[in-house]
């Protein structure tokens, strides 16, 4: 698959990186988006399949791969930028976006533990900002005080029919 935002590399580059995430997806769903898996050593007597990609994320190009051990799930690798959770946060989001995952239902778990956000979450969250704007600035009503201009009128006494007629 080869996207604006998402480039697949023909032949699997070594990442200097450690899994960030793990997906629920297999290798087979990653090959019908274009990845390209090629076996490697992972210096435990094991060899996964690895696919390497380019993504755009932020406007940045980063590089990730995908590290599959022949099962149902597999595991983002995004190498450390400084900025890693963020950086992991952004690829997860662009895959997305590019529609290679949902993070809803193929995000299993992040490797510091911490779960993204949901779309929800956010939801509530900025509703919850705009409520407390809008109450900082809608404008209270004033009590009025002593000598406000409101005066309480006295009700007219009430006169009898006689001396309405003259009588």
């Known amino acids: 698959m080869t996207t604006t935002t998402i480039t697949w ?3 699997a580059k070594m990442l200097g990186a450690d899994p960030t995430a793990t997906l629920a997806l297999d290798r087979s769903a990653w090959e019908r988006l274009g990845a390209i898996f090629t076996e490697v050593d992972d210096g435990d007597g094991a060899t996964p399949g690895l696919a390497t990609a380019t993504a755009i994320v932020a406007g940045a190009s980063l590089q990730f791969g995908v590290l599959d051990y022949t099962g149902d799930t597999t595991y983002l690798l995004v ?3 400084g900025l890693d959770r ?6 997860l989001e662009t895959l997305q976006a590019a529609g ?3 993070l ?5 778990d992040l490797a510091n533990g911490e779960p993204l956000i949901t779309l929800e979450e956010r939801v509530a969250q900025l509703e919850r900002r705009l409520a407390q704007t809008q109450s900082e600035l809608t ?12 005066r309480w009128l006295r009700k007219p006494a009430k006169t ?4 309405m007629q003259g009588t």
Not at 86 to 91: C, D, E
Not at 104 to 108: E, P, S, V, W
Not at 139 to 147: A, D, F, Q
Request: no cysteine; glycine share 8%.
């Open 9 to 11: 590399d023909p032949e």
């Open 79 to 81: 190498p450390e930028t």
């Open 86 to 91: 963020r950086s992991t946060v952004g690829l």
């Open 100 to 102: 290679a995952i949902r």
């Open 104 to 108: 809803d239902t193929d995000l299993l």
């Open 139 to 150: 404008p209270r009503r004033r009590r009025p005080t002593k000598g406000s201009g409101r």
């Open 160 to 163: 009898s029919r006689s001396s």
